[in-house]
């Protein structure tokens, strides 16, 4: 079994998460902005979502980001079978200018900032032993 059938590696149910990229056409983003948080809030307490949230580009201000955190896959499933989030979304979808750029992630293990702290240490030791 491969984890995208929500499947579990190594005895751990991975999570999913998906990111969409969408770039509003110039004039329609107060409408985008208000058709995905008529989604947003209901989304974010489905079954099994861990966080829904739309970022917009600090550079782009019709470039946004829409991520969601989900527990499983099968969570994640249910979620995109409901017809009433799935129109919304199509309709947020009308006003882009271009294609969005959509990607499911499967993750299996998850680290914080020990992580970065502990990559950076293993770095520095590095350069101090080169000559």
Known sequence: MSASDGSQISGVTPSVIVAIRMAVEAG???EFVGTLRSMLGPTGVAQGCRSCDLWQD???EGAFLLTEEWETWDDLRRHVGRQRDFRTLLEALELL????DVRVYTVSRTDGLEAIKSSAEEVRL???DDP
Request: aromatic share 0%; hydrophobic share 25%.
């Open 97 to 100: 200018r271009e294609a969005p």
């Open 58 to 60: 600090t550079e782009d």
């Open 28 to 30: 329609r983003r107060a």
């Open 126 to 128: 590095r350069t101090l």
